[in-house]
């Protein structure tokens, strides 16, 4: 009995992997202070519609960014949302209890599309890779690497700030 699963694992039941993980996070803070923020790359809306629950779900003040690889600020957001309700469905839970304000998108670093490196997400793969051994790939996750970098510069995020940067994989592009 074959179950499909589509790009991302963007169902409702594919994103709960995702809010699942984020229990883990909190397990591994043994009772210190979660994150004030987690960025990460977000285009089929799973991953954000996973740890955007995950946060309700566990009760965290977590502020989610997603940063686009390629969609619209306001569609991704919508569709993460949908997300985010079906979960509260798969788990029998009233809509409301994981709702809140709309989920965070940011789509200023798409650049030419999927696929296409920008200058500011070529950076941040030379500088995670000589910096911190970190390895991100130019189609995605160096986008929204790029993206915390820009924050950080800008001053967006507090002094006191801890972020978290949720790294969704990639690497292997790299050696495409």
Do not use: M
């Amino acid at each position: 009995r074959p179950f499909i699963v589509p790009l991302g694992a963007s169902t409702p039941r594919g994103a709960l992997g995702l809010a699942q993980g984020v229990g883990e996070l909190v397990d591994q803070l043994g009772g210190q202070r979660p994150p004030d923020v987690i960025v990460h790359a977000s285009s089929s809306g799973g991953t954000q519609a996973g740890l955007v629950a995950g946060c309700r779900l566990f009760d965290l003040p977590t502020r989610v960014v997603g940063i686009s690889a390629d969609e619209e600020a306001g569609a991704l957001s919508a569709l993460v949302a949908a997300l985010v309700a079906g979960i509260a469905g798969e788990l029998g839970l009233a809509a409301d209890r994981l709702g809140g304000p709309a989920p965070e998108v940011d789509d200023r670093f798409v650049g030419g599309g999927y696929g296409v490196p920008t200058d500011a997400s070529r950076e941040a793969v030379d500088l995670a890779a000589r910096t911190e051994a970190l390895f991100v790939d130019h189609t995605y996750t160096a986008k929204a690497l790029a993206a915390l970098i820009a924050y950080a510069r800008e001053g967006r995020f507090e002094n006191a700030a801890t972020v978290l940067f949720w790294h969704t994989g990639g690497q292997v592009g790299l050696f495409a």
